[in-house]
Every structure is written in C-alpha cells, then in structure tokens.
C-alpha cells in the first residue's frame, strides 16, 4: 500500500494568496483527519471526515480555513487568503474505525 | 487544563542508558492508549499500543495506570537511532485520537 499521499510537500507562498492542500488517504479507510503542527502548539486537529462527510471543524482557526472530500479518495484543505501565522506543517491521516492511524508525510507552508 | 500532558523534555541520555517518560491523561472515559513516535522532519508513526496489564516490545514498555490516568514508556539500552519525540497519545473511542506535545529524546554517542 501506497500510505497516505499529500501535496505538495513544500509550499511557498506570499501573504494574501491562495493555498491548497491535497490528501489521497489510505483506500478502503473510512475516516480522514486534517492537522496542523507548530513547534509552540504541537499536533492540533483541524477538522475530520467520516465516510466523506464532516463530522467536527471546530478546530479551523477561522473563515479562512475549509476543508472538502468529493470522495472516499480525496481532500483538499484550503487556506484563502494566507497569512504569515499559517506557516506550520499540516499533516493529512487516515483510518478504519478506531484501528491504528496513518499519517501522510506532510505539507510544510511557509507564508511570506 | 491539557487533556494529555507531557514533560516536554528535552532527554539528553548516553547510548545504552534507560529512559522514562511519562503521560497524564484527564478524560476518564478514555479507552486506548498509544506511544507514537515523531522524527525530526518526518510524520507521527505509532510504536505502540498500551494496555492495561503493561506491554513489552523488545528494549520497549509500556504502562498504563488507569486510577491515576498515568501512561508510561521505559526505553532500555538506548540506541542512537532512538532519538526522537515521543507522543503520548489517547482515544475515546470512534473519536479522534488526542496528542500530546511531545517529548524529546536526543541519545548521545
């Protein structure tokens, strides 16, 4: 099995752009997790999907944050517009019921 | 209050040396319990699980204290290749898992 897949895996952007990250979880995985991690905050959960849908997004940080997933195999999470305070490794993971989860090897964002 | 707390450290400790790091966990109805480990650069992955009657997994063990909500992890004969963070990590079920920050090991030759 290929793991969890994000992209890109570096992402460099200037204040005020647009950011999208990508996440491909492990087939057959019925639950994905999107987070963010920071040397001063840790690992914080953003929002998760059960079955595609969103169950919980109360950690988005604001209007600025959303999450999708069309389907079973893809989500994006979108930053719009970026700011600085958004440079942080965001890590896509992936699992079945409450079996081990995976972790995709991260995007790290640096805003400018 | 965190729900799962951790010595930040950093560990600084001698190849072959053991090392302990400790977890305290606030929700009461959490039901598993997990060590990940982090290296630098790189994603979470899980070492272990926890269970009640404490586990063993090579120069690996791990602890769990329900009545104090206390989780441990005993690494013997520390190697270099050990170095990394440490999460601590519980479950309440068919909820997210919830992290803790982490400690830090460096294991100096």
């Known amino acids: 099995d290929a793991g969890v897949i994000q992209s890109p895996r570096h992402e460099v952007t200037e204040m005020g752009q647009e950011v999208t990250l990508r996440c491909k979880p492990i087939?057959?995985?019925?639950?994905l997790f999107w987070y963010r991690q920071t040397m001063m905050r840790g690992l914080e959960l953003l929002i998760y999907f059960n079955n595609n849908v969103p169950i919980d997004d109360s950690g988005m940080p604001e209007d600025r944050f959303s999450a999708k997933m069309p389907n079973a195999s893809f989500s994006t999470l979108k930053i719009q517009p970026s700011e600085p305070r958004d440079s942080a490794v965001y890590f896509c993971?992936?699992?079945?019921?409450?079996?081990?989860?995976?972790f995709g090897p991260g995007t790290r964002l640096t805003v400018l | 209050r965190k729900e799962v707390e951790q010595d930040p450290g950093p560990f600084n400790v001698p190849e072959g040396a053991t090392v302990a790091f400790n977890c305290t966990y606030s929700?009461?109805?959490?039901?598993?319990f997990f060590w990940y480990r982090q290296d630098c650069r790189k994603e979470p992955k899980l070492l272990m699980s926890?269970?009640?009657s404490g586990n063993e997994d090579g120069r690996f063990t791990a602890q769990l204290n329900r009545a104090s909500q206390y989780i441990s992890l005993l690494i013997r004969d520390s190697k270099l290749s050990d170095s990394a963070t440490y999460l601590c990590?519980?479950?309440?079920?068919?909820?997210?898992?919830?992290f803790g920050k982490g400690t830090r090991l460096s294991v100096i030759a």
């Open positions: 990590v519980v479950n309440r079920g068919n909820t997210p898992l919830v």
């Open positions: 926890v269970y009640s």
């Open positions: 993971a992936s699992r079945i019921k409450i079996d081990t989860q995976y």
């Open positions: 087939s057959g995985h019925d639950y």
């Open positions: 929700n009461s109805a959490s039901q598993s």
